[in-house]
């Protein structure tokens, strides 16, 4: 079975398809992201090749359901420590657009930006407030979990317009609200739901909210454990069509964190707020050849501006193909928390699908 993927795999990069057909039901898909960057920041200078990450994606049909299987590698602990997990697995019940209904692992309810495929959202990584507040890297403390958690969601798209596009899309789920691959610690779940409106086809202008909790806390004030209730919002604008992409989103969060991945203890003095913003744009320079693209963000993780980090980025997109991309990436960076506050960096990626 080893060999015969690998024969696949090589047999797809090499013909330039898209996926791969097991059967009628089922198919393989996947991609690569390589990555170099650097940075002069003072005392903290970085130059390094990198292995991004690479994730291999079953898909298939049962009846009305449809369910995926998605698998990651990357070089998250630092080289030689390549951390590999499931990160999608889920079966959704897809008969009637205006109301679906999917159960397992799979992306969170929340923003516009998170269920944004890492190759075509088009940058070196998503905006740093959609890594702290939407469950990537997050404040709260939980493990990295790309946005995703698990439980059970529902969404439909209603109201058809003339040209075919519904003018209005709902989702709402409940999670455990403890990340990919955890069971809930405090048995209260999360609540999370997003509201948009699509006046005319490519454009959507939305609201999300997010209600919840974070178990396993421990409070360095009483050395007990206990769980921090957990409060978001998101407000987001976009229009995506014929290559022109332009996104903003600001997201708002209250409740005590330890602002450190995969730490457990709360930090105080970080306050119970935070938040953050992006906007970008996207656009073709030569259609379906080479796009440029600016994007402006900031992330104040204790909701003061002697806590934000702004960087103001530029950059190209070029396609070899559809599946196979380079982009480039030029990021100047003032981080208010640091002496001295500015500084540069950059980042290459080849991405390829298969």
Request: proline share 3%; with cysteine.
């Amino acid at each position: 079975m080893k060999k015969l993927l690998t024969m696949a795999f090589l047999a797809t990069v090499l013909a330039g398809h898209a996926q791969v057909k097991l059967s009628d039901n089922m198919k393989l898909s996947g991609y690569g992201m390589l990555q170099y960057q650097g940075s002069d920041q003072e005392d903290a200078k970085s130059n390094s090749f990198n292995l991004r990450l690479a994730r291999f994606i079953l898909d298939g049909k049962i009846g009305d359901f449809d369910w995926r299987a998605q698998m990651q590698g990357t070089n998250a602990k630092g080289p030689g420590e390549p951390t590999v997990q499931l990160v999608d697995l889920y079966a959704e019940w897809v008969k009637h657009t205006e109301f679906r209904v999917r159960a397992g692992q799979f992306k969170r309810a929340f923003t516009f930006e998170n269920p944004t495929h890492p190759v075509t959202q088009g940058w070196r990584a998503y905006a740093d407030v959609i890594n702290r507040l939407s469950g990537f890297g997050d404040r709260a403390g939980e493990k990295s979990s790309g946005g995703r958690d698990i439980g059970v969601q529902v969404q439909g798209d209603l109201f058809p317009a003339s040209d075919g596009h519904r003018l209005l899309h709902y989702q709402a789920g409940v999670y455990n609200g403890e990340g990919i691959n955890r069971s809930d610690k405090d048995n209260r779940k999360d609540i999370m739901g997003g509201l948009w409106v699509v006046p005319v086809k490519g454009l959507r202008v939305g609201a999300f909210g997010w209600t919840g909790s974070h178990g396993g806390m421990l409070d360095p004030k009483t050395n007990e454990t206990r769980s921090l209730p957990l409060n978001r919002y998101c407000l987001s604008a976009e229009y995506d069509k014929d290559e022109y992409t332009f996104r903003a989103e600001y997201l708002h969060s209250q409740g005590w964190g330890t602002g450190v991945v995969g730490s457990n203890t709360i930090n105080y003095s970080l306050g119970n707020k935070a938040d953050g913003w992006y906007v970008f744009g996207i656009v073709p320079v030569i259609k379906s050849k080479l796009h440029a693209k600016a994007r402006y963000q900031s992330y104040r993780k204790a909701k003061e501006w002697g806590s934000s980090v702004n960087q103001y980025e530029c950059g190209l997109n070029y396609f070899f193909s559809k599946n196979l991309e380079l982009h480039m990436e030029y990021a100047r960076v003032n981080n208010r928390t640091l002496d001295k506050h500015n500084y540069n960096s950059v980042d290459v990626e080849l991405d390829f699908r298969f």
